[in-house]
Antibody, heavy 117, light 109 residues
Framework: EVQLLESGGGLVQPGGSLRLSCAASGFTFSSYAMTWVRQAPGKGLEWVSGISGSGGTPYYADSVKGRFTISRDNSKNTLDLQVNSLRAEDTAVYHC??????????WGQGTLVTVSS | EIVMTQSPVTLSVSPGERATLSCRASQSVSSDLAWYQQKPGQAPRLLIYGASTRATGIPARFSGSGSGTEFTLTISSLQSEDFAVYYCQQYNNWPPLLTFGPGTKVDIK
């Protein structure tokens, strides 16, 4: 059974940083691209960042480019998202998800990031 | 950049009725289109990929159609568990980008 479990969210002040993590199990982690998708309270889904199965190629939405860094450790089956220079508009639930040929076929429940002073 | 739009914003349907949801891409995405269902407090669930292929375990009352820029998700006979928000997503230019539509909420009439 595919499982994705996020952690690392919390309350942070504007300009602050967090490191989000996702522990994956139930599949061959290195064979799949992975992604982070966020959802602001009461809003829709927004793609944030993705990374190839090898970890060699990261991808970012324009809204987070230069502030967020995605990485993965295929030896530990973990996906991370370092989020810096946080803004109020970054407040959201951040979902870790598996990408299969572009479709997002498995999702974690998410971790809430709240940016507020 | 490909922009996805969905209509209507809200669809009010009675149980047992048919629901038809639309998704439009600002440029052709071929058949690289997925649909997701999201219920309150839950993660999204993949329903349809390749514009018309049901994901594993998805009931036959869900069907997808379309190609290019115009797509439709049809729920043939709404069940109580189908009241949710539905999102379309294009993956024609993945990598590096994925794009979601703004969603359609299906609620009880």
């Amino acid at each position: 059974e595919v499982q994705l479990l996020e952690s690392g969210g919390g309350l942070v002040q504007p300009g602050g940083s967090l490191r989000l993590s996702c522990a994956a199990s139930g599949f061959t982690f290195s064979s799949y691209a992975m992604t982070w998708v966020r959802q602001a309270p009461g809003k829709g889904l927004e793609w944030v960042s993705g990374i190839s199965g090898s970890g060699g190629t990261p991808y970012y939405a324009d809204s987070v480019k230069g502030r967020f860094t995605i990485s993965r450790d295929n030896s530990k089956n973990t996906l991370d998202l370092q989020v810096n220079s946080l803004r109020a508009e970054d407040t959201a639930v951040y979902h870790c998800a598996r990408v299969a040929a572009g479709m997002v076929d498995y999702w974690g429940q998410g971790t809430l990031v709240t940016v507020s002073s | 950049e490909i922009v996805m739009t969905q209509s209507p914003v809200t669809l009010s349907v009675s149980p047992g009725e048919r629901a038809t949801l639309s998704c439009r891409a600002s440029q052709s995405v071929s058949s690289d289109l997925a649909w997701y269902q999201q219920k309150p407090g839950q993660a999204p669930r993949l329903l349809i990929y390749g514009a018309s292929t049901r994901a594993t375990g998805i009931p036959a009352r869900f069907s997808g159609s379309g190609s290019g820029t115009e797509f439709t998700l049809t729920i043939s006979s709404l069940q109580s568990e189908d009241f949710a928000v539905y999102y379309c997503q294009q993956y024609n230019n993945w990598p590096p980008l994925l794009t979601f539509g703004p969603g359609t909420k299906v609620d009880i009439k």
